[in-house]
């Protein structure tokens, strides 16, 4: 499958922005260390500073992994786009299990308490899909960096609060493009402080093995497919050789990111024609950014002779 990709590349090390306004859909995460406050009242600072290094070090390499850009801390916040520099057709998927493999990390680090105990860190984090407009800044000595404007960045800000302890929420814009990839709970409309209406809401519980990205709109009902009666017929033929002859037929379905080629195979396996067969759906879900860490998710939703859906 092709992946669409703009033509923003990312900025070689040590190079300012280049000093260009544009506007991008991205999603946005906020992810916020819970009683940090609290912590810098009875830490030493040096074991302050060594805890908040070490949580942004987890924060870089969880986001950096699935394609997302760190762009800032302030303390125990870090604020991450997916679709900066480079969009994916898939930017709120790969935030969400960013977030989650954050989430997982995070309880490994431990503050040293006033005792000499230790506790391990939580944190709340925030997801939201939305327009954004970008231009450099004009820093001190010279330096520039991009700077954002838009209710989305502040959305995410403020949504990460309304975040259960150790816990990941998104807002509708997000879930509706990963619905079926996760499992999920509505926490119902919230205020926001700063907007003027309330915000629905959702909390991650964690990944579907078996999902797929068309799976949520399949349950729920998707409008009817137009405009590819050539290649369903096709896909049907090939059924039918594959019956007729008791032979397997391997039929690559080929196409730009977008144009429906996930939509179309679930589409022929929902026909009457294809009632009494077994389907099992094989994938890999690759994250190119990294070599450290989880790469791929393998032979996901083979779980054995009966029908699989996703």
């Known amino acids: 499958m092709s992946m669409v990709q703009d033509d923003a590349k990312p900025l070689?090390?040590?190079?300012?922005?280049?000093?260009?306004?544009?506007?991008?859909?991205?999603?946005?995460?906020?992810?916020?260390?819970?009683?940090?406050?609290?912590?810098?009242?009875?830490?030493?600072?040096?074991?302050?500073?060594?805890?908040?290094?070490?949580?942004?070090?987890?924060?870089?390499?969880a986001m950096e992994d699935y394609g997302?850009?760190?762009?800032?801390?302030?303390?125990?916040?870090?604020?991450?786009?997916?679709?900066?520099?480079?969009?994916?057709?898939?930017?709120a998927e790969r935030a969400v299990r960013a977030s989650l493999e954050l989430l997982r990390r995070v309880p490994a680090l431990k503050a040293k308490g006033p005792n000499g105990t230790s506790e391990p860190l939580a944190v709340r984090i925030g997801v939201h899909t939305g327009l954004l407009a970008m231009d450099s800044e004009m820093l001190s000595m010279g330096r520039r960096e991009y700077g954002v404007a838009g209710e989305?960045?502040?959305?995410?800000?403020?949504?990460?609060?309304?975040?259960?302890?150790?816990?990941?929420?998104?807002?509708?814009?997000?879930?509706?493009?990963?619905?079926?990839?996760?499992?999920?709970?509505?926490?119902?409309?919230?205020?926001?402080?700063?907007?003027s209406r309330a915000v629905a809401v959702h909390k991650i519980l964690g990944t579907r093995p078996t999902a797929g990205r068309t799976s949520g709109r399949m349950r729920r009902g998707a409008t009817k497919m137009v405009g590819r009666q050539r290649e369903a017929e096709a896909l049907i033929a090939h059924w039918r050789e594959a019956g007729q002859k008791s032979r397997r037929v391997t039929v690559q379905v080929v196409g730009e990111a977008g144009v429906g080629k996930t939509r179309l195979v679930e589409d022929f396996c929902q026909r009457p024609d294809v009632a009494d067969g077994v389907v099992g759906h094989l994938f890999c879900v690759v994250w190119p950014a990294a070599p450290r860490g989880?790469?791929?998710h393998p032979l996901c939703g083979i779980n054995g002779p009966s029908r699989i859906s996703y």
């Open 68 to 91: 997302g850009y760190v762009a800032s801390y302030s303390g125990d916040g870090v604020l991450v786009y997916f679709g900066y520099p480079t969009a994916h057709e898939n930017d």
């Open 294 to 296: 989880p790469i791929h």
């Open 152 to 195: 989305a960045v502040n959305l995410a800000a403020r949504l990460k609060d309304e975040a259960p302890v150790n816990s990941v929420v998104v807002t509708r814009n997000t879930l509706d493009l990963v619905e079926g990839l996760f499992d999920s709970q509505a926490l119902g409309e919230r205020p926001i402080r700063g907007l």
């Open 12 to 61: 070689p090390t040590g190079q300012n922005p280049p000093a260009t306004r544009e506007r991008r859909y991205m999603t946005i995460v906020f992810s916020d260390l819970v009683g940090y406050t609290r912590l810098s009242e009875w830490m030493d600072l040096e074991d302050l500073l060594d805890l908040q290094l070490n949580y942004q070090r987890e924060a870089l390499t």
